[in-house]
Every structure is written in structure tokens, then in C-alpha cells.
């Protein structure tokens, strides 16, 4: 069980599982615990898993978020796949989830999650981290605050600093 | 010039804090060399053939005299003593010790300077045209442009790990394009429409490298505050589609033709239709307070100079020589632009020593504002220099080696590191550059023959940018052999082309004897004062193949 880093760096652990993608053929196996599911798989059953707040989605860094647009606050956590850290496609995942179609519960980040990419993944709207194993995570707080501000509006905050110097 | 306030100061500050704890982890063992990688080169660091090797950021390409002489002391402090200009307005120093290099970040940010994202799949160095601000024909200065466009990329959280690297130009001579925009990833060239208003034309996916390519026009008026939306837009297009799976296939440029720049433009368009009016875009104050630092230096009330250097090109004729070549007319009356020539045969193009790299802050400070500008073609250029002073800076440079009036003629040639230094290389360019400028040392016959752009490439990675060389030579590997491959009629400028490859590649000893060959055809077919690009134009490639693999 990976620990959950929270957007403070404070490390927690949950329930929650992420269930792969079952091969073609296979049907979905959701065990007895808070599970994250294929989002296009969730979107497809949805009609089983109305009302049920343990039941979460996944996307893989190819997966395109348009898919639950306007559904978003259905769910209670989505999380976004980083199949290797140097795959960037899960921050502007995280940015469209936040920015565009106004998600508000729990964003987090899982597969290759390391320490210094925590900030990158807070600042485009992920508020909790699966850190991958290996990786110390009371070391986390300290990476999550490298940097005390940025150049750039983002999910984190809409004022560049261009904007800050101006007031 | 752009100085730092206490933002910039405070982000410098926190970046060498960061990336000092990063290089303890690597060596300590807490972060694997996989995991390192991508983080050493958002900050310059290559490990090498021989040593590691630190590309050290020169935004733009402009430098104060302070810079100069920091960083002439770091590479004696941290290095042999010298310090090598790149064909994209950076300094690299060759050989720093891993360990090192927080303490070099440090010094750097002392000074304003940095190495931030100058490698890595990120968005590099924005580069612009090195006589900005003081050429005669421009629409605006674009160096704040490029300012913002620094602020905008550096550090930016959705863009850390792009599919592959991504270099932004701009460029905003009406006649000329130094900074070449046309082969970038994107490139903008600054116009103003009918009503008057500045803005961009936006070109994607030029490129070298393997598949070489002219960037199209996706955009032909981008007002400037959409400046930074629109390139956000790009970006995340191409950071949700670029492919991932192969790195040779990974350039915007693939995505580009892929989709087409039709189909590209409107995914883009689309994209920006949601973010266009988010406090990202740029207000006139905002614009107007980085052009607040790009103000021009305190010049005085002059004339020309001209009778006094009709007299003094007269009385010498080196100098009359080096004032035909080596120098470009200035907006304001009474100055000129000089360029510095880091080209003497027998030392590799761009390599300067301390010692030099302190002359030329002196110089800096004696003759132009204490400022300098590092070009494409790796010379050093004095951007406001009185022409009173010509003739004295002329003799104080001569015995130092920059008064090579060589400029943009055959032996002024652009040449990466090559096999010397670049674990990448299928081959050697610096040597093949050496053998030319000796086959060549005749420089009447140079100026006769008149400008000639001369790329040298040591692989398919093209930082001598071959392809568009009027004459490009790309190092390959024939079976553990180095060889060289030409292709002809290449450019740079607005009228932006590809060379074509000539034939079959060449061994490292005949390399002069094959330019001088390409010449001899030049010379025998050429019209008048008709330039090599349009000779070859005009008479194709066949001619040149006919005489060379006669
Ligand atoms: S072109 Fe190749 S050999 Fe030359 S510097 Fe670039 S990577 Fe190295």
C-alpha cells in the first residue's frame, strides 16, 4: 500500500485500490473496498454505481478527461495514471479536470509518483499523492515547497506574477 | 537589459536550493540515474564522452559585463579556463565536476544567470535576432517579448516533461530573419496589421534534426497580449498528442504534419477559445513594464562618422576590410553595430578563454554600454559602438583574435562540438572545420566569393544546423568510420530551406578538397555579384554533383 501524500505533505494511507483495466474479454472484478475504476468503464455502468461514494475513477495518461465532462462532482476522488514520471500528459489532465470542468473533490496522482514532481503535479489541481514505494516520504513536505510562488497562473493559482507586480 | 527584482531573485534562489538537494540524492544513491537524468538536464547538466557539461543560459543571447567576468572566473575556478559559445546563444563549460555544479548554480544566480531548462524535454532558451533593439528595420524590439516568454516558460508546471525539447524564436527585422524562426518548434515573426496593431505570425513545427522541415504558418496575426494563451494553447496540445512512443517521431514537427497545419491550427483554436481571456493574457502594463528594461543606453547627439573613416579605411587597408565585413549599420546616426569574430583557424568556433571572455567585458565596458550579445554563428557582437571609436577598438582587437574579417563568408563557419566533446557524435566537426578555414586563407578570394553560410553537424541532432547551411556537412558512421555527408542550398532566413544531400558521404581528408570543388562551380557559373544560394538556385544541384564525383 503506497503512502498517500496530501497536499500539505502530510502522509496518510487509505482504502482506496486502483483497479487495472481487465484484459479484452475479462469483466471488471471491484473488490469489497473504496475502488478506482477505468473512467470509461465507470461512464459506461454508471447506472450500478449510482449513489455509491466508494467507487472512483482512473485515467491513464492517453485518456482524454473531455469524457466525464459536466459529471465531474459526481465522484469523490479521480485519480490520474503517471505510467512514468517523465510522462507529462497527467498535468494537463489534472489542469482540464480543475480548470475547465470545475472538478472540486479529491485529484489524486498515482502510478510513477516521485518527490520531485510533487510540485508540478500540486500546481495543476492534484491535492494527494500516491508516492511510489521506494520513495521516502517524509521527504515529501520539502518537495512539495521547492519554490514559494511561480511565473505562471495555474490551477493553484490564477494571478501570474506578471499580474502580482502590476498591484 | 532585464534585471531580476526580488521575484525573480527569490525563484534564482530557490531553484539552486533545489537543485543542490537533487544532486545529493543522486549521490547519495536516493534518486537512480533514470531519475536524475530529466532533472540534470533541466538544468544544463550532460554527462559527456569526457566530463560532464554544463549549458549555461543566456537568455536571448545578451550579457553584461559583470556576467562576463563571472563567468570568466568560473571556468577558471571550476574548469580548464575556457568556456565554448553554442550555435543558440549559449555558453557551455565543458568540464565541471559533478559536485560542482550547485555551488557554479550559485554563483551564476550572484550575477543574474542561470541554466535553467537549457536541455531536457522541456521549452528552452527563447532566441531572437542579436541585433534587436539597435537594427534599422524593425517592427518593435522583441527582446521583452522574449523576456515574457522566459517568465511564462520557466518552471511551468504542465510543460516540465513534454514529449521532446521545444525551442521558441522570434524575430522582428521585416527584411531578415537571424533567428532563424522558420526551423524552430514555433516560431514568431512580429508584425502589425492594417489598423496598426503589433502582433505575431505564428509558424509550428520547423525543425532539423532527422526530419528536417520549414514551419508552417498556423497563425497569421496573433495580437501580442494573446501572446502567452495562444502559446499555451500549442503547448498543451502538444503535450496531450506529441508521441511519446518514439523519440525520433517525437518533435511537434510529427504532430504537425500528422494532423496537418490546418488540422493542427484548429485543434489549437479550439484550445484557446477556453483560455483566451484567462488572466494568462497579457496586459499593456505588463508588456510595457518589461520594455521598461530594454529602454535604450544614454547615446549622444552624433553624426556619422563617415569622412573620418573614409580617411582612416584609406590610410589602412585591414581595416577597411574588417569594416566591410565585420560591421552593421546602427539605427541611431553615429554608431555601429560590430561583431567579434571567435573564429580563428586553428581554435574550435566559439571557444573563448577566460582571459578573452574578460577582454570582452572590458571592451563591453569601454565601447558599448557594458553590454554584449552572443550570436548563432557563436561570434560576440558590440551593439552600440561609436564610430569615432572604430578605428581604435579595431587595434585594440586585432592582436586579441577578434578582428577576423571573416563574417558570414566561407571560413566563418558554424560548427557544433562534435566528436571532440559530444558523447552523441557519429563523427569530429571541429577538425573538418579547421581543414576548411586553412583550405581557404586567402581573404580576397573570401570576399570575392561573399557570403556563404557553412554548417557543421557531428549527427543526425544537427546543433550546427546543417540542413539549413548554403552548404552543410553532417558527420556519419560508415561502419565505425567517421564520414561526412554535404547537402547544398540550404537557408535560414525568411526564404527558409533544406538543403539536398549531394550524393554519397566523403572521408574526413577530403573534405576541403570537395568544398573547394563545390566552389569551383560556384565560381565558374556564378552571374555577376550573384550570391552562392542563387547560383545554386538558378543551376540546380546537378552541376556540382557532375564536378565533385567526377
Ligand atoms: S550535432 Fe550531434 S555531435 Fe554535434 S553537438 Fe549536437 S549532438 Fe553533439
Redesign the interface.
Request: glycine share 0%.
Given at each position: 500500500m503506497p503512502d498517500i501524500i496530501s497536499k500539505d505533505g502530510a502522509i496518510t494511507s487509505d482504502a482506496w485500490v486502483v483497479v487495472p483495466r481487465p484484459a479484452d474479454g475479462e469483466s471488471l472484478d471491484i473488490p469489497d473496498q473504496p475502488a478506482l475504476i477505468p473512467a470509461d468503464l465507470w461512464l459506461a455502468g454508471k447506472e450500478h454505481f449510482e449513489g455509491r461514494d466508494d467507487i472512483g475513477v482512473w485515467f491513464d495518461s492517453h485518456d482524454e478527461p473531455e469524457l466525464l465532462e459536466g459529471l465531474v462532482n459526481e465522484l469523490k476522488l479521480i485519480a490520474v495514471n503517471f505510467p512514468k514520471f517523465s510522462d507529462g500528459r497527467g498535468y494537463s489532465i489534472g489542469r482540464l479536470l480543475r480548470e475547465r470542468f470545475g472538478y472540486q473533490n479529491e485529484l489524486r496522482a498515482i502510478g510513477d509518483v516521485l518527490l520531485d514532481q510533487l510540485q508540478f503535479m500540486k500546481r495543476c489541481g492534484f491535492d494527494s499523492y500516491a508516492l511510489r514505494e521506494d520513495k521516502d516520504a517524509s521527504k515529501a513536505a520539502r518537495s512539495l515547497t521547492f519554490f514559494s510562488q511561480g511565473y505562471q497562473a495555474a490551477t493553484d493559482t490564477d494571478v501570474p506574477l506578471f499580474r502580482r507586480r502590476a498591484s | 537589459m532585464y534585471v531580476y527584482?526580488e521575484?525573480d531573485r527569490?525563484?534564482a534562489a530557490?531553484?539552486v536550493?533545489?537543485f543542490r538537494?537533487?544532486t545529493e540524492r543522486a549521490l547519495a544513491g536516493?534518486?537512480s540515474e533514470d531519475?536524475f537524468l530529466?532533472?540534470r538536464l533541466q538544468n544544463g547538466l550532460y554527462v559527456q564522452r569526457l566530463a560532464p557539461m554544463l549549458r549555461i543560459c543566456v537568455p536571448y543571447g545578451m550579457l553584461r559585463s559583470d556576467q562576463l567576468r563571472r563567468l570568466a572566473r568560473i571556468t577558471r575556478d571550476y574548469d580548464k579556463g575556457y568556456a565554448h559559445f553554442t550555435t543558440r546563444q549559449n555558453v557551455q563549460l565543458n568540464w565541471p565536476a559533478l559536485e560542482d555544479v550547485p555551488d557554479i548554480l550559485a554563483e551564476l544566480a550572484e550575477v543574474e544567470m542561470h541554466a535553467n531548462q537549457t536541455s531536457g524535454?522541456c521549452i528552452r532558451n527563447t532566441t531572437t535576432d542579436q541585433f534587436s533593439g539597435v537594427q534599422v528595420d524593425e517592427v518593435v524590439d522583441p527582446r521583452p517579448y522574449c523576456e515574457?516568454i522566459r517568465?511564462?516558460s520557466?518552471?511551468?508546471?504542465?510543460?516540465?516533461?513534454?514529449p521532446r525539447k521545444f525551442k521558441v524564436a522570434v524575430n522582428a527585422s521585416e527584411k531578415t530573419d537571424r533567428a532563424a524562426i522558420q526551423v524552430h518548434d514555433i516560431g514568431l515573426q512580429m508584425v502589425r496589421n492594417d489598423q496598426g496593431e503589433l502582433g505575431f505570425r505564428v509558424h509550428v513545427g520547423g525543425g532539423l534534426g532527422r526530419t528536417p522541415m520549414v514551419g508552417p504558418v498556423i497563425r497569421d496575426f496573433l495580437p501580442e497580449f494573446d501572446l502567452?494563451t495562444y502559446l499555451e494553447a500549442v503547448l498543451?496540445v502538444y503535450?496531450?498528442y506529441g508521441r511519446?512512443d518514439n523519440k525520433f517521431k517525437a518533435r511537434i514537427k510529427i504532430l504537425v504534419k500528422a494532423l496537418t497545419p490546418e488540422g493542427f491550427a484548429e485543434k489549437v483554436e479550439a484550445e484557446w477559445s477556453?483560455i483566451k481571456d484567462?488572466?494568462?493574457r497579457?496586459?499593456r502594463?505588463?508588456i510595457e513594464?518589461i520594455q521598461g528594461y530594454f529602454t535604450e543606453p544614454a547615446y549622444e547627439a552624433l553624426d556619422n562618422a563617415s569622412e573620418l573613416l573614409a580617411t582612416q579605411r584609406f590610410e589602412n587597408r585591414r581595416f577597411d576590410q574588417w569594416l566591410s565585413h565585420n560591421i552593421d549599420s546602427h539605427k541611431k546616426p553615429g554608431y555601429a553595430i560590430v561583431t567579434l569574430t571567435m573564429k580563428e583557424t586553428g581554435t574550435p568556433p566559439g571557444d573563448v578563454s577566460d582571459t578573452q571572455l574578460e577582454q570582452i567585458a572590458e571592451l563591453a565596458d569601454a565601447y558599448s554600454f557594458g553590454e554584449v550579445r552572443v550570436t548563432h554563428q557563436q561570434n560576440v557582437v558590440l551593439a552600440d559602438v561609436r564610430q569615432d571609436q572604430l578605428f581604435e577598438l579595431w587595434q585594440r582587437i586585432e592582436p586579441m583574435g577578434f578582428a577576423t574579417a571573416n563574417l558570414n563568408t566561407l571560413t566563418d563557419v558554424i560548427c557544433c562540438p562534435g566528436g571532440d566533446y559530444c558523447a552523441l557524435a557519429n563523427a569530429k566537426s571541429i577538425p573538418v572545420a579547421e581543414s576548411i578555414q586553412r583550405r581557404f586563407d586567402d581573404m580576397d578570394f573570401l570576399y570575392d566569393l561573399g557570403e556563404i553560410d557553412l554548417n557543421i553537424s557531428g549527427c543526425m541532432n544537427a546543433c550546427g544546423h546543417h540542413h539549413v547551411g548554403n552548404i552543410g556537412v553532417l558527420g556519419v558512421d560508415k561502419k565505425g568510420e567517421e564520414f561526412y555527408q554535404v547537402s547544398l542550398g540550404g537557408s535560414s532566413h525568411h526564404d527558409a530551406t533544406i538543403g539536398k544531400i549531394l550524393g554519397p558521404s566523403f572521408a574526413q581528408d577530403d573534405m576541403p578538397e570537395v568544398i573547394a570543388k563545390i566552389i569551383d562551380v560556384y565560381v565558374n557559373n556564378r552571374k555577376e555579384e550573384e550570391p552562392f544560394l542563387e547560383t545554386y538556385r538558378r543551376i540546380g544541384i546537378e552541376p556540382f554533383k557532375e564536378r565533385v564525383y567526377a
Open positions: - | 527584482d521575484h527569490q525563484i530557490e531553484r536550493a533545489q538537494d537533487q536516493e534518486l531519475e530529466p532533472l524535454n515574457i517568465q511564462w520557466t518552471f511551468h508546471p504542465e510543460f516540465a516533461f513534454l502567452l498543451r503535450n496531450r511519446r477556453h484567462s488572466p494568462t497579457l496586459t502594463d505588463a513594464r
